[in-house]
């Protein structure tokens, strides 16, 4: 018998260089793998996650081409009632930083709280804040300087940023946490923060001298959005609803408004591109009175007045001196 035959066939040699080489190559693949760490995209941009619109605005100027930034409300979608899916809330942990801002989306405040996420910006923690859509026997005061604001029980107004320099403000403290989170990248964020926060000025000053000489203060709105622009430039907002763009207004709440429409000389009553406009357009065909859009820009859809926040923010100026009679 042949002993030879039966051998298994000759492995073969593997060499030195042969083993090195394949080292290499497996160092490389390991190395292209892992090129982008948790926090950053693809591309080596720092994985912002932000919770709507007005924050996202903040994060993409003021990061510029060093951040890849995550929305987690979708456009058009209503972001009060936000319900995050297990990937978005995951997508929390993992982001190299969080813009958010605390009180306005439930879930947005317990996903963020759970991510342990260390880079984090309040936006109701880098300003100042206020309580609007006070509900006092019916009667809802949501307004400027013509009413108390220290009776609400629905805690402080989330709408800052309708105020240009309070946005201001805040776009300083989302810049403070992007340099933590990005270092290298620190004085561009600084920078960029401080270009937003001239141009902010100038929308101030716009509303400030547009809205100056006027026939009325006093304008209507579906919900409570507008406190802080009221507070702005002392008008006073008189809202159907509270801040909660959702709550039905009492029969109470609608023949108060009737009233304050006729005294101080209301011609126009506000709805808003993403909540229902159906209370606003019986109010105003029961008293004759015309509507138009006043946007909260809680978010940026096909139906908003322009393509992002000073767009829009210039749409609800032009709005608001034509529904104020000024000259």
Known sequence: MNVSRLRSPRAPRITTAAVATAAALGLLTLSACSSGTADEAADGKLKVVASFYPMQFLAEQIGGDHVSVTNLTKPGQEPHDLELKPKQTASLADAGAIVYLKGLQPAVDEAVKQSKNKHVADAASLTSMEEHGTEVDGHDHSSGDNHSHSHSEAGADPHIWLDPVKYAE????????????????????????????????????????????????????????????????????????????????????????QKLAKEHHVSTVFFETIASPATAKTLAKDLGLKTDVLDPLEGISDKSKGDDYFEVMEANLAALQKALGTK
């Open 170 to 257: 805040v776009a300083k403290g989302v810049a403070k946490t992007l340099g933590e989170a990005a270092p290298d990248h620190k004085a561009d964020f600084e920078k960029n923060a401080d270009t937003l926060a001239k141009r902010l000025d100038g929308l101030n000053k716009k509303f400030s001298d547009g809205l100056k000489n006027r026939a009325s203060d006093t304008f209507i709105t579906t919900h409570a959005a507008f406190g802080y622009l009221a507070d702005r430039y002392s008008l006073t907002e008189e809202a159907i609803s509270g801040v909660d763009p959702e709550s039905e207004p009492s029969a109470a709440r609608i023949k108060d408004l």
